[in-house]
Structures are given as structure tokens and as C-alpha cells.
């Protein structure tokens, strides 16, 4: 007997999982997103390149109008997710890290380790010549390293391409884009199917909500879903931004790859990371600038939600800085960033260093208290949602919504607090866990 499955968003979950689905003939699985195609020879410019900020531009990739407060006293600005087959993975900065295995475990995740080695993602780092002035003045440092990035022979893979792209001819498998959901369908407590947001019905035996950290519980607000924690415990990673004027002698190409390293340092029990971008992206506006971004990977505030107002659209506020331990590990990863500004390869190659969009130089962060005031007014995010149906709380261990049957959650929104990593490849192993739970091994 054919049993059907429908997946609402192919990110870097949902084609994972449309993926080990499918490789039943018995099921008959249907993959919906709100964007645009990635297909097998018409790959859009900026998403084959090495630029993110080139990925980001392409026509109807991100979603432009999604606004989320990041702390208090700071207005609304956009947030950047990704949008169309694909997801964010088409328009990431390709970062591959995969987060500590102890995290994992304490979850009580002890099929991680399997999970990891299905991961379908391959990862090299940037050649020599491709590393940008400011990762190579980052790389003076001891503790910075290149990292991986999810490319093969220099381009970059996205999701789509690993996990959809090998199994398109598989006549039980319809990838549908352009298809926004609006809501789950439900009889009584059990999902049969979605409503599309131009009043489509599909119908199926089983629902998995694959729309990340923001839109999934979106997705369930709008369906009445009344589990409690829907939404609740929002999470990223705080960060700063240091603008860096290069010299004019630097090579600054803007259509480069932006990034190829990373520095990682230790305070205790915080993981802090620098992130250095040697290019702003081709905007003309943004010649001869780079930047250096200062995150705490390790944060434990859970005040931050995911809301719906009266026309279902997302309210966000991350509450970024509301735990004191997050603020704290905050100005310490600025700190860093400040000593690192001042050692002579930064000063080789940075002509002026500016901390807000008026051109406030670095010089007048003198002190931690100086330092802390200026957290406080520009914490940015990393654009790494996570938790807001949080496993062990929203979903079960097997990601089934509680309280319903036949409705599953599996991406970012479901990690029990924010992995200390970029989350692409974390979610790309929590969408093989699923597998692993609801698919025969292939």
C-alpha cells in the first residue's frame, strides 16, 4: 500500500529527507517550497560563485521582508533566510563545521556518530590563492585555521544539488517550487495533508515541516497547533561587526571568495569565534572594504520567540542580550576582535577600522565598559535560528509534534539549544537522524 508524505520546505533538511524517503517505492513523497528551482544546468550566476553576498541577490532567494528585533533597544531589520530549493544552502557563506560531539551526546543523541557518516555534503577548503588579505592576516594568528567549506573542485554544493539532483528521476518523488504553505491540514489531531497559500489542498498520510527555525513555527501557529513551546526558546548567535577600510595597495576583488578561515578561542566554558570577510560583496559601494565579525558560539539565553500577528505573519525577537552570561561572552569575543585589530598584520593591510555605519572608529572602544555600551546597541545575529520546537519539548525523539499524529518537524528549529557551530551541516545531520528513524537503510 502506497503511503504519501508531504515535506514543506526543501532547505537543508527537507531534501535530505525527500531524499531517504523516496528511496522507498512504496511512499509517494511530495517536496514543497515558497522559492524558486535549483536545477541541473540553469544554477543562477551568483549561487555557482564564490560569493555569498552575490547568492544573496539573486532573484527571489531571500526572504526580503521577514523583520526580527535582535535585543532590546535596537530597531527591526530584515533577517536573512534563505528562499527556493535549496534553502539558506544556496546562499550560506558554505562554512562546514559540525559542532561538539559532547553536545550531541548530552542530548542523548548517541546515533549522531551514524548520522555524521551518511552526511552527503562534500567539503573542501579555499586554495591558497583564493584566501583573501583579511583571512590571511587572520591566519598569523596561532588559533585561526582555514576552514572547510561545502564546495567540490571549487564550487559550491548546495543541498539541492547532494541530495535531490541524483534521485530527480525517481517517479515517486515531485519536488514542487513556487509553493508556499500556508497551514496543515488536520482531522481532529491527525495531519492529512497542507493548504498552499493559493488555497491548493494536497492531501497525505504524513506531514514533515522542514521550514527552519523562523518559518516552522509559523507553519504550526497558523495550523492552531497547541503544543506547548511552539515558538518559544529562539536562539542564535550574538555577534558584532567590525568594518575594515583597507589600504589601497590591499587586492580587494568583490566578487572573491569573502571567506576562508576562521579563528575559534576558549574563555572558560565559551567558545568565541572571529570571522573575517576580505570583501563586502560587488557592490561598488563596498569597494575597498572587509570586515571582521566576533560571535559567541556558546549562548544560553532562551527569551527569544517566534510569534504570529493577526495575519499570520512572523513576529521575532531574539532577546539576544538578555541572559547576562550572553553579554558577558559577547564583549569578551569583542574584546578579542580589538587585540587581534591592533597586532601587525591587521594594521599591514587596515587603514581605518569603523563600528557603526557613521563611521566611529574602533579607537573609541577603550575600555570594557566602552566596549559593553557598544555591544548593547549593535549585537547582530549570525543568522542561526534554532530551537523553537525544541526536541524533548515541542517534538519527541522521534520529531512527531506532541500531542498529534502523523505531523513530524525535522530542521534547525527542533536542536534543544543552539549547536556551538554554523548550522547547516548540524542540520543537515539532524535530517539523516530522521532518516535513520523513519527510513530503511539504503
Not at 525517481?170 to 492529512?192: D, Q
Not at 519527541?396 to 556551538?420: E, H, M, Q
Amino acid at each position: 500500500m502506497t503511503e504519501s508524505w508531504i515535506i514543506v520546505g526543501a532547505g537543508s533538511a527537507g531534501c535530505v529527507i525527500a531524499n531517504r524517503l523516496s528511496a522507498d517505492a512504496s511512499r509517494r513523497v511530495t517536496l514543497l517550497d515558497a522559492g524558486p528551482p535549483l536545477l541541473p544546468g540553469s544554477v543562477p550566476a551568483g549561487i555557482q560563485g564564490p560569493s555569498f553576498f552575490a547568492a544573496m541577490q539573486e532573484p527571489g532567494r531571500m526572504f526580503t521582508e521577514l523583520l526580527a528585533t535582535r535585543a532590546a533597544g535596537i530597531e527591526p531589520t530584515v533577517y536573512q533566510r534563505g528562499r527556493g530549493i535549496g534553502g539558506s544552502s544556496a546562499v550560506n557563506a558554505m562554512v562546514a563545521l559540525a559542532g561538539s560531539a559532547e553536545l550531541y551526546r548530552s542530548w542523548g543523541w548517541h546515533d549522531a556518530a551514524n548520522a555524521w557518516s551518511r552526511v552527503a555534503i562534500p567539503t573542501e577548503s579555499a586554495a591558497d590563492g583564493e584566501l583573501g588579505p583579511v583571512d590571511l592576516a587572520l591566519l598569523h594568528d596561532p588559533r585561526a585555521e582555514a576552514l572547510p567549506l561545502t564546495r567540490a573542485h571549487g564550487d559550491r554544493v548546495t543541498s539541492a544539488e547532494a541530495y535531490l539532483w541524483p534521485i530527480l528521476d525517481r517517479p515517486n518523488l515531485t519536488v514542487l517550487a513556487h509553493s508556499a504553505t500556508s497551514h496543515v491540514r488536520f482531522e481532529g489531531r491527525r495531519a492529512i495533508g497542507v493548504a498552499l497559500d493559493n488555497a491548493t489542498l494536497l492531501d497525505a498520510d504524513r506531514v514533515v515541516v522542514c521550514a527552519g527555525a523562523i518559518h516552522s513555527p509559523v507553519v504550526l501557529l497558523r495550523s492552531g497547533v497547541d503544543t506547548p513551546g511552539v515558538g518559544r526558546g529562539l536562539q542564535d548567535h550574538p555577534s558584532v561587526v567590525f568594518t575594515l577600510a583597507l589600504r589601497p595597495h590591499v587586492h580587494h576583488d568583490g566578487t572573491a571568495l569573502p571567506l576562508g578561515s576562521a579563528l575559534h578561542a576558549r574563555i572558560g566554558d565559551d567558545l568565541l569565534q572571529l570571522l573575517p570577510m576580505s570583501n563586502l560583496g560587488p557592490d561598488p559601494q563596498a569597494k575597498g572594504l572587509g570586515a571582521l565579525m566576533a560571535a559567541l558560539m556558546t549562548p544560553t539565553g532562551r527569551a527569544g520567540s517566534v510569534t504570529i500577528d493577526e495575519n499570520g505573519h512572523a513576529v521575532i525577537d531574539f532577546a539576544l542580550l538578555d541572559d547576562p552570561h550572553d553579554l558577558r561572552g559577547l564583549v569578551a569575543a569583542a574584546e578579542l576582535a580589538v587585540e587581534l585589530l591592533s597586532s601587525p598584520a591587521f594594521e599591514q593591510i587596515v587603514e581605518q577600522v569603523f563600528i557603526d555605519d557613521v563611521g566611529t572608529e574602533v579607537a573609541s572602544l577603550s575600555n570594557r565598559s566602552a566596549i559593553e555600551a557598544w555591544v548593547r546597541k549593535s549585537c547582530g545575529d549570525y543568522v542561526h535560528a534554532t530551537s523553537t520546537c525544541a526536541m524533548g519539548t515541542v517534538v519527541d525523539d522521534d520529531f512527531g509534534v506532541r500531542g498529534y499524529d502523523d505531523l513530524y518537524v525535522c530542521d534547525a528549529s527542533v536542536f534543544p539549544s543552539i549547536p556551538d557551530a554554523n548550522t547547516h551541516l548540524p542540520t543537515t545531520m539532524l535530517a539523516e537522524r530522521f532518516g535513520l528513524r523513519h527510513c530503511a537503510p539504503s
